[in-house]
Nanobody, 125 residues
Framework: QVQLVESGGGLVQPGGSLRLSCAASGSIFQIDTMEWYRQTPGKQRDRVASITSGGRTNYADSVKARFTISRNNAMNTVYLQMNSLKPEDTAVYYC???????????????????WGKGTLVTVSS
């Protein structure tokens, strides 16, 4: 089984910084693109940033130049460094992985569409 666990959320003042982490657990041998999404009450979940297994990144326009996504493939972990935070960044942030290769029993398997449970980021003075 593969699980994603986010950490690092909290309360921060406008202009401050936070670093989110998302660790994938399980007998994993491959993780494709890793992503961060965010969602506020009553709104759809929007993609914030993504990073491929090769390190290519992509960002939503609203966070470009302020957020940085990175990953540690050996640790099966993705990070989101958030700087110059604004009140409108307040949301629950979710980690998402589209495709994971893992060992179970005697075989190798591929699973799709894994989500973490989310971590709350509140930007307020």
């Amino acid at each position: 089984q593969v699980q994603l666990v986010e950490s690092g959320g909290g309360l921060v003042q406008p202009g401050g910084s936070l670093r989110l982490s998302c660790a994938a657990s399980g007998s994993i041998f491959q993780i494709d693109t890793m992503e961060w999404y965010r969602q506020t009450p009553g709104k759809q979940r929007d993609r914030v940033a993504s990073i491929t297994s090769g390190g290519r990144t992509n960002y939503a326009d609203s966070v470009k130049a302020r957020f940085t996504i990175s990953r540690n493939n050996a640790m099966n972990t993705v990070y989101l460094q958030m700087n110059s935070l604004k009140p409108e960044d307040t949301a629950v942030y979710y980690c998402h992985v589209d495709r994971v290769g893992y060992y179970e029993g005697l075989g190798a398997h591929y699973g799709r569409e894994y989500w973490g449970k989310g971590t709350l980021v509140t930007v307020s003075s």
